[in-house]
């Protein structure tokens, strides 16, 4: 098998602009090569030619050695990001990226570790420190994060800082929303509210998993609390829009249905990933603290 790339400083392999997953590699083409010998360990032959491309030949225990090590690497890469310890210092700013509420692997198997190394240590961060460096030397600078959302949301200008500002709130509420050994159909008190507002547990199990898969593209399900009528209801929002942002309803719980959020996990089936936190994951407790501050 060959792989073509161009060395880099660093020992990094360039070709078409696309990084090998995880090895920090850029990838190019694979040919099977029946005629490469086996190698033995520590075996392995490249050559330069004359344009200054790196092309490596790997036999079959090669190649094996090498996708071990490139998998060892990846999940490396996973733990550094997942690890307080380990991870670069957050960009500063009024934003910060709280630690998980559990272990990285706590959820599984709903949602993988892998899952959540990209959720949390990619997408969450990368909206922190956006926000982060949006509002350094603004107004906004100088405020807590839910503020931060709330004036962002009509202010036309910020609407980028928006984004990334409701995000990061959007996504802290979002890990609290889930306990691993959770869901299921929760206690007597939120259980009344259920059957009072949607008839049924197994009424609200339906409607919220609709709920999840009818939003169309990115967004997310809220249970929430209807501030007028003191009922129980669902809400859904586009992309970075949230109920902070009004007055109408009460965040008690959330479900992440950006694709991010599923798709190492479940692929296109996004009802499946929705039934499963709501019966395994669901965090009722957290529902009832919000209740009581509602």
């Given at each position: ?52 491309d790196t092309i ?184 970075a829009d949230t ?52």
């Amino acid at each position: 098998m060959f792989f073509k790339g161009r060395r880099m400083p660093g020992g990094r392999l360039v070709k078409d602009g696309k990084l090998f997953p995880g090895s920090g590699v850029l990838c190019h083409t694979f040919k099977w090569n029946p005629g490469a010998p086996a190698l033995s360990p520590g075996g392995n032959r490249s050559k330069v030619n004359l344009e200054g491309d790196t092309i490596m030949n790997f036999g079959r225990r090669g190649l094996v050695g090498a996708a071990l090590a490139v998998g060892a690497l990846v999940k490396a890469g996973a733990d550094r990001i997942i690890s307080p310890a380990h991870a670069e210092p957050v960009v500063a700013g009024p934003v910060t990226l709280p630690e998980l509420p559990w272990s990285a692997s706590a959820l599984e198997p709903v949602i993988s570790e892998r899952t959540i190394s990209f959720h949390y240590g990619k997408h969450h961060r990368n909206y922190v420190e956006t926000a982060n460096t949006l509002a350094a030397g603004t107004p906004y600078a100088d405020l807590p994060l839910v503020e931060i959302v709330q004036k962002s949301a009509r202010d036309p200008a910020a609407a980028k800082l928006f984004n990334n500002a409701a995000q990061a709130w959007n996504h802290d509420f979002y890990w609290q929303s889930l306990a691993p050994k959770s869901g299921g159909q929760p206690g007597a008190q939120v259980s009344a509210m259920i059957v009072d507002a949607f008839g049924s547990y197994k009424d609200f199990h339906s409607q919220f998993v609709e709920a999840a898969t009818g939003q169309f593209g990115s967004g997310w399900v809220w249970l929430a609390l209807d501030r007028s009528s003191k009922k129980l209801t669902l809400v859904k929002t586009a992309n970075a829009d949230t109920p902070l942002t009004g007055i109408g309803y009460a965040p008690l719980a959330v479900l992440d249905v950006w694709e991010h959020a599923y798709y190492l996990d479940y692929q296109n089936l996004r009802k499946d990933h929705a039934t499963q936190v709501l019966d395994k994951l669901l965090n009722w407790a957290f529902v009832e603290k919000n209740l009581e501050q509602a």
